[in-house]
C-alpha cells in the first residue's frame, strides 16, 4: 500500500563533468562516465506518521555512460541518528515504490542495477546557498567542498544558475565548483567538477 509522504530540504550533487552538468543539458558525459554522490538535508519531512526532519542521506555513484542508458551502482549512506522506523521510511522513499513514472526516485530505481550494502555513519552537512559554499564529510567514505566558480582570468567569484522548468530533481540550481573524494566502495577523486545546490521539495507526484 502506497506510503504518504514529502520532503523539504537542501540538495546537493558532485560529479565527475566539467563545470555545468552536461546531462542537465541532454549531453553526454564529459569523460563518458559519470561518477561522484548527491547528499541532501532533510529540513522537514515526514512519511506516514514517521517524521524525518534533520536527516542527511548521502549515496555515491557510477554509471559506466550516460545515466539515461542505466547500469548504475550506488552505494547509500544513511544518517546514523535515524531511527529503525525512520530507516525504513528513508528506504522506502529511495526505492521509488509506489511512485508515478518520471518521478525523480522512480528514475533512480530504473537507472540503478546495483545497491552496495548500506552505510550508516555520521554526516556532516555544511551548506550556504547565498554563499554558494557547501561541505559533505562521511569518515572513511566520502568528503566533498563546494565553493563559488572563479573567473580564470580575474579570479573573481562567477555566478551560474541552472534553470529547469521541467527538472526532475530540481527546477533552479546555483552551480558551483565541486571537490570531492569517494574513499568507500565507490571510488573517485574530482578537482573543480561540476557541483549544484538547490532547495527542494519532493512528494510521491
Not at 60 to 79: C, E, K, L, N, Q
Request: glycine content about 6%; aromatic content about 10%; proline content about 6%.
Amino acid at each position: 500500500m502506497a506510503r504518504d509522504w514529502m520532503i523539504e530540504g537542501k540538495y546537493i550533487e558532485y560529479c565527475s563533468c566539467d563545470l555545468g552538468c552536461p546531462c542537465e543539458a541532454m549531453a553526454d558525459p564529459t569523460q563518458g562516465d559519470c561518477t561522484g554522490l548527491v547528499a541532501f538535508r532533510i529540513d522537514k519531512g515526514q512519511c506516514d506518521s514517521v517524521a524525518l526532519d534533520d536527516l542527511s542521506v548521502v549515496a555515491t555513484f557510477y554509471f559506466p555512460r550516460a545515466i539515461h542508458h542505466g547500469h548504475g551502482v550506488m552505494h547509500p549512506i544513511i544518517d546514523e541518528r535515524a531511527t529503525d522506523a525512520q530507516r525504513d521510511a528513508l528506504f522506502y522513499i529511495l526505492s521509488g515504490e509506489d511512485q508515478p513514472i518520471g518521478t525523480m526516485f522512480q528514475i533512480f530505481s530504473v537507472i540503478i542495477e546495483t545497491i552496495k550494502d548500506p552505510l550508516f555513519a555520521p554526516i556532516a552537512f555544511e551548506w550556504d546557498l547565498d554563499q554558494r559554499r557547501a561541505r559533505i564529510e562521511v569518515p572513511a567514505a566520502v568528503r566533498a567542498l563546494s565553493e563559488p566558480i572563479r573567473n580564470p582570468v580575474t579570479d573573481a567569484e562567477h555566478r551560474m544558475i541552472t534553470v529547469l522548468p521541467d527538472g526532475w530533481v530540481f527546477h533552479e540550481a546555483e552551480n558551483v565548483a565541486g571537490f570531492a573524494k569517494g574513499t568507500g566502495p565507490i571510488r573517485f577523486d574530482l578537482s573543480r567538477r561540476h557541483s549544484s545546490m538547490a532547495n527542494v521539495a519532493w512528494n510521491p507526484n
